[in-house]
């Protein structure tokens, strides 16, 4: 049986205009954002808020300007943590767009933290990119803890989860573990406990669901996600307003994830486009 969990309202009178606009900022910056540290730390963030913003008119992504800004946002957030990883002195070519872009070695930098990691890991399991996915699964835990940004230390054993799982360590369970009691209200210290609670924690249920091989709990569970999700994105008026959420990144990427492991997705949303969840851009875009 399929459960369906509407999108929330969202105007989308002035969309149109905000996507030219968007579209030729992210543009600018991934023409010079390469050499610029000034540009490096809005080019994850610009290129998401483009795609997500795609959505509010192609609810299901069935276009092809939603499919290449999806990519090009993954794309983004994975050349800028192979660029943090490359040894000191060096640099890496990576294709972001249809072009090869050069970016230099940067170590530690303040945007590259323990969240952006994860929206870059999102992106690349929504894209089925897995040379990217193992390329983040290498990046060294401690790279992101240098870089000065201040989490919760769940956060870092969820990124250790999702390494393992990735890697196919053995420890996986033992770090997933971990993350979750790290969200216990009483463990942090700078999460607030409403984002916690119907955000940042949902996907670590489902790659629980996923690990399992659970189908009915994982569409259980996948199903509160997008409740949640709408719930957290309803609660004023400003939020509501703003892109950040159409989509429901974490919860998308455990679907795309349970979909490839062959676990049969029952729960329909414009929050999962269908489009991206079942990879319909397949052989259409060169990564």
Known sequence: ????????????????DTLNALGETANWILDEFADSPVLRPQALSTALTLAQQHCAVDPQA?????????????????????AASAPEGTSVTCRIKERERTLPATGPESHLNAGAWVTSFYLAMICRDNDRLRLLAEVPVSLLRDSGAVFDEYIYSWVEALQSFWLGRQDVGEKLVAAVDGTAPEALRYADADLMSKILYPPLILLYRVIRRDPAQFNKALADALRWHKAYWTADEERSAGADGLIALGPLAMACLARDQGITVEVESEYLPKALLEYAWI?????
């Open 1 to 16: 049986m399929v459960t369906t969990v509407p999108r929330h309202e969202y105007s989308t009178d002035d969309v149109p």
């Open 283 to 287: 052989g259409e875009i060169e990564y």
């Open 62 to 82: 069935v276009k092809f300007e939603t499919w290449e800004a999806w990519v090009t946002a993954m794309q983004t957030g994975s050349a800028l943590f192979a």
